[in-house]
């Protein structure tokens, strides 16, 4: 349904930011070396931002128009919106062995 699509594309997109966060922490060092845990305030902000995307769909969903989605989805929308950290990492790994 329409509803459930605009849903999943707010999910899609504000995570995506929030996990786009983590690469932009250093031009050149991978996530692993920096650790993925290193920053604390960090951690808190994308744990709060993530909270902030979510709850409005569960909390108030007529506040935005949105959609409830199932459990299945919304672990799924989570994963494929980290997909752009291993795609960083690969550019960030490629970039360092050319001089």
């Given at each position: 349904s329409p509803p459930a699509i605009a849903t999943a594309t707010?999910?899609?997109?504000?995570?995506?930011?929030?996990?786009h966060s983590y690469n932009m922490r250093s031009p050149?060092?991978?996530?692993?070396?920096?650790?993925?845990?290193?920053?604390?305030?960090?951690?808190?902000?994308?744990?709060a931002g993530l909270a902030l995307a979510i709850t409005p769909i569960y909390i108030t969903p007529w506040l935005l128009g949105a959609t409830p989605l199932d459990m299945e989805s919304l672990i799924y929308?989570?994963?494929?919106?980290h997909i752009i950290i291993v795609i960083e990492e690969f550019r960030k790994r490629i970039t360092k062995k050319i001089p």
């Open positions: 707010y999910l899609t997109l504000s995570i995506g930011e929030l996990a050149y060092k991978s996530l692993l070396e920096i650790g993925l845990l290193s920053n604390k305030y960090h951690v808190l902000g994308y744990l929308i989570i994963l494929v919106s």
